[in-house]
T-cell receptor, first 112, second 115 residues
Framework: GENVEQHPSTLSVQEGDSAVIKCTYS??????FPWYKQELGKGPQLIID?????GEKKDQRIAVTLNKTAKHFSLHITETQPEDSAVYFC???????????FGKGTTLSVSS | KAGVTQTPRYLIKTRGQQVTLSCSPI?????VSWYQQTPGQGLQFLFE???????NKGNFPGRFSGRQFSNSRSEMNVSTLELGDSALYLC??????????????FGEGSRLTVL
């Protein structure tokens, strides 16, 4: 079945450094790729998303890149801050519906 | 605007019992999805409802069921509980727009422990 692989599972960086999380998907029909951030005791919250007709999207310190040929997409966070510490999930889905296939998550720790 | 509200937040059940979880979506959102979150399997899609109809279903046994009411509120039910059903159950709502997938707004979840 459809699968999304996410790496690394844990990531520790110093404040101000950049963080990169990578995902690979298996369903070639996927064309929507959101990233969610989950803080302790909260539900996941969308931080950025990208559709298949776009190769890169940026929102302030956060950027996402997509390589449809290789079925890879990545999240880049620059100038990390302690409040960026959380679990990040990538996901993929087809156009219709909201049946997201999630990666297993990356626990990001930013130390000051 | 109030967010997605899930009740109860915590509950403990024993094997063989059944449980009903409730979700109130953001006002105006007509689509409600349910996800199961566990440390081992991560976030897994259960089902999606739109206008009281199940529109999509994940790969879970028939013990897992749901429904949506005319006011868009949704419930999910798990019958004959098993230890492996212990998880955080997340509800998410979204608005309906032309052109493709919409942002999911998640509630804080209902944490179910099966003893």
């Amino acid at each position: 079945g459809e699968n999304v692989e996410q790496h690394p599972s844990t990531l520790s960086v110093q404040e101000g450094d950049s963080a990169v999380i990578k995902c690979t998907y298996s369903d070639s029909a996927s064309n929507y790729f959101p990233w969610y951030k989950q803080e302790l005791g909260k539900g996941p919250q969308l931080i950025i998303d990208i559709r298949s007709n776009v190769g890169e999207k940026k929102d302030q310190r956060i950027a996402v890149t997509l390589n449809k040929t290789a079925k890879h997409f990545s999240l880049h966070i620059t100038e990390t801050q302690p409040e960026d510490s959380a679990v990040y999930f990538c996901a993929a889905s087809r156009t219709a519906g909201t049946a997201l296939i999630f990666g297993k998550g990356t626990t990001l720790s930013v130390s000051s | 605007k109030a967010g997605v509200t899930q009740t109860p937040r915590y509950l403990i059940k024993t094997r063989g019992q059944q449980v009903t979880l409730s979700c109130s979506p953001i006002s105006g959102h007509r689509s409600v999805s349910w996800y199961q979150q566990t440390p081992g399997q991560g976030l897994q899609f259960l089902f999606e409802y739109f206008s009281e109809t199940q529109r999509n279903k994940g790969n879970f046994p028939g013990r897992f069921s749901g429904r949506q009411f005319s006011n868009s509120r949704s419930e999910m039910n798990v019958s004959t509980l098993e230890l492996g059903d212990s998880a955080l159950y997340l509800c998410a709502s979204s608005s309906v727009m032309a052109g493709g997938p919409r942002e999911l707004f998640f509630g804080e979840g209902s944490r179910l422990t099966v003893l």
